[in-house]
Nanobody
Framework: QVQLVESGGGLVQAGGSLRLSCAAS????????MGWYRQAVGKQRELVAA???????NYADSVKGRFTISRDNAKNTVYLQMNSLKPEDTAVYYC???????????????WGQGTQVTVSS
């Protein structure tokens, strides 16, 4: 199996910063995309940011210019640097990894347990 361990959530005032980390471990042959999703109370889960193994990134419009996603392929770890946080960024943030456990074409999605980010006004 593939395990994802997230860290870095917490409570911060508006305008502050947090850095989330997610480390993947287990039976991993290769990792394609690593990303972060979030789900606020009463809302659907949404993509925040994603990064491919080649370094291409994709961001939700609401976080462009404020959040930065990066990854360390040697450590199978993805990071999300969140600056200029707003109360509307409050949500549970989930790490997502699309990985192969064996050589071949088959990939699967794996999810972390979620970490709470709360931004106070």
């Amino acid at each position: 199996q593939v395990q994802l361990v997230e860290s870095g959530g917490g409570l911060v005032q508006a305008g502050g910063s947090l850095r989330l980390s997610c480390a993947a471990s287990g039976r991993i042959f290769s990792i394609n995309v690593m990303g972060w999703y979030r789900q606020a109370v009463g809302k659907q889960r949404e993509l925040v940011a994603a990064i491919t193994n080649a370094g291409s990134t994709n961001y939700a419009d609401s976080v462009k210019g404020r959040f930065t996603i990066s990854r360390d392929n040697a450590k199978n770890t993805v990071y999300l640097q969140m600056n200029s946080l707003k109360p509307e960024d409050t949500a549970v943030y989930y790490c997502n990894v699309r990985a192969k456990r064996l050589p071949g074409p088959y990939e699967s999605d794996y999810w972390g347990q979620g970490t709470q980010v709360t931004v106070s006004s």
